[in-house]
Each structure stands twice: as structure tokens, then as C-alpha cells.
């Protein structure tokens, strides 16, 4: 992969892996979905999952579909396929974000359910077999900080792959941040 390279002094690479990263991401926003059907017309709830995905799917478009892209055989494919299902779930996020009803909070809970399945069966694993540890850790690094500066409300027309989506997400997000901060709306799951 097209990293930059090890720190030079010690050479190990620090943080969490990418896999380990997304698979956590992947259990907290199950989670987040579980509640939301138990809590469908809870509007606070709509809005951090909202949030999290929003984060959680530009994070993975800018980092995550780029490394299946160059390391995977059939990356191209498995990729665009995912870009395409994450293209639909942005917007059910935002049929969710006007309407938080039962019916809404199901078509996401459904959509996360698919997208966490096709990730943990196709990409994470052939990951792990194909690239080193250190390049994981990298791209783990990457995505965490990718992930905070990532928008909070969904963008399905937005760009979805690099190098437009690493540019325009962080700026699309300083206005989403800004709208938050205005609105008092709340984005986080530990601040329910």
C-alpha cells in the first residue's frame, strides 16, 4: 500500500488495526440500531445514529475502500459495491433524519445490518490475510482521524472516493459541526 513510511525510531507502528477498528465501529452501531427500534420516535436517538454512520461511512470510503482497491484481487469490484450500498444507506439516513418512525428506524437497522454482514464476510477478512500489520495499523490510525473529522449528517451526493471525498468531507463536516453546535443537536452515542 501506498503508506508513508515507519517511524524511525523503534519502528513500531502504534495504534489499532483498521480491522479491529471497523469491527468495534460495527458493534457500537448495531447497538445504536437495537435501541433505535426499541425507541423509534426517540429524536435524540435518530440523530446520533445518524451521526455515527455518517462518520463511520465517509471514514470507510476514504480509507478503508481504498486499501480493498489496492490489495484485494476483484478490490475494484467489491469496492464499488460497497460504494453503491453506502450511496443508499446515506439516504436512508436522511429519510430517517426527517422522519425518526418505526418503519424508518427498521429500513436502517435492516441497511446496517447488511453493510456490517458484507464487510465482515468479504472485506475485513481478506485484509487481514493479504496486508502486514504495520499498513493496518496505518490505515487504522487514518481512519479514526478520518472518522472525527468526517460530516454528521448524510451526503449521498457528495464525492466518495479520494482524493475529492478527502477534501470535500472535512469541509462539508465544519458545516455540519457548525449546524450542531447551533442546534444543540446531540451526535455521539456516550452523550445520550
Request: proline letters at 9%; a negative charge; one cysteine or more.
Amino acid at each position: 500500500m501506498n503508506l508513508p513510511p515507519l517511524p524511525p525510531v523503534g519502528g513500531e507502528t502504534t495504534g489499532r488495526n483498521v480491522v479491529d477498528v471497523v469491527t468495534e465501529e460495527h458493534r457500537k452501531l448495531q447497538r445504536l440500531c437495537d435501541r433505535l427500534l426499541a425507541e423509534p420516535g426517540d429524536r435524540r436517538l435518530a440523530d446520533v445514529v445518524v451521526a455515527e454512520l455518517s462518520r463511520h461511512l465517509s471514514a470507510e470510503e476514504q480509507y478503508l475502500y481504498p486499501a480493498v482497491r489496492r490489495t484485494v484481487p476483484g478490490g475494484d469490484e467489491l469496492a464499488a459495491r460497497e460504494l453503491a450500498e453506502d450511496r443508499q444507506l446515506l439516504t436512508t439516513l436522511q429519510h430517517l433524519q426527517k422522519d425518526p418512525s418505526p418503519e424508518r428506524a427498521r429500513d436502517v437497522a435492516e441497511a446496517v445490518r447488511r453493510h456490517v454482514d458484507a464487510d465482515a464476510e468479504e472485506l475485513l477478512p481478506v485484509l487481514v490475510q493479504m496486508v502486514p500489520i504495520e499498513d493496518l495499523i496505518r490505515v487504522g490510525n487514518r481512519f479514526e482521524t478520518a472518522a472525527e473529522a468526517a460530516p454528521t449528517r448524510p451526503h449521498p451526493g457528495t464525492p466518495s472516493t479520494p482524493p475529492w471525498n478527502k477534501v470535500v468531507d472535512p469541509a462539508v463536516a465544519v458545516v455540519d459541526k457548525l449546524r450542531d453546535a447551533v442546534t444543540r443537536r446531540t451526535t455521539y452515542a456516550k452523550d445520550l
